[in-house]
């Protein structure tokens, strides 16, 4: 049995959720049930407009072939992208044009992976990956704050611990900072040549530079003094920022994204105390939103 045989034609709500390294879907009724799901190329619309509309749709269009939806039904949903990039440039206005959706409602992704997180409960949640992200949702109304971008933004993400890496590597190496064996680590494998160093950081874009970033974890549980003092400038940053956003009366902290976790200790204690495991992740944020706003009554 196909879902052309149970399901009548407006009775669909589609979710995506869409990054830099690939995008997935979820096609579902509007009571809520799941009907199939699919995973696709990369969708952020800033950088890349076209790729993100190309990958979208085919992963769409792979889900429906799943769940054996037509394409008039299809044509009749209505929709919530949680989309990298979102948050810059015209994108979101742009992009409902190039969809095969009745109704399109596109959102940063940030706000997808906040809402998926905390469960639509009051709180606050950092997203700390590649780059970085914190919010905050209060009365079922969400708040963001950071995600500017590697150049701009993106404290305590991967990105900007690679980068204060290799500048603090290329100051010890000028006698201005005591040198760690974390820097020698490094040094050496440009092969102890500065020159290398700044070769790179040239060209690297913010995922480059993020590789370093498990070495200054690594290093930082073996108390190496220069990687101690990155993860504690990012865990005052990420403590700050929380501060900051944390509705009164909430209680609910999550850490979310690869390095969310890897922060925990690092924390002070009236951060720790209110940690909780994420609820769901960025695609079960769109599908909470769609069915919310376009749901069955």
Known sequence: MTADDTIGTGDLVVAVDGGGTGCRVAIAERSGRILSTANGGPANVFSGFDAAVTNIVETVNAACVAGGISVEQLRQ??????????????????????LPFRESLVLWDAETAIRGGLGGEDGAAAILGTGSVFGAVHGGTARLMGGWGFVLGDQASGAWLGRRLLERVLLAHDGLLEASPLCDVILSRFGNAPEEVVQF???AGPQAFAGFAPQVLEHAAQDDAIALDLVRGGARFVTASLKKLLPEGASRICLIGGLGAQYAPYLPNEITVMLAAPKGNALDGALAIALERYGAA
């Open 201 to 203: 950081a040239t060209s």
């Open 77 to 98: 949903a209505d929709a919530v992208l949680g989309l990298a990039g979102a948050n810059v440039g015209d994108a979101a206005l742009r992009l409902p044009k190039r």
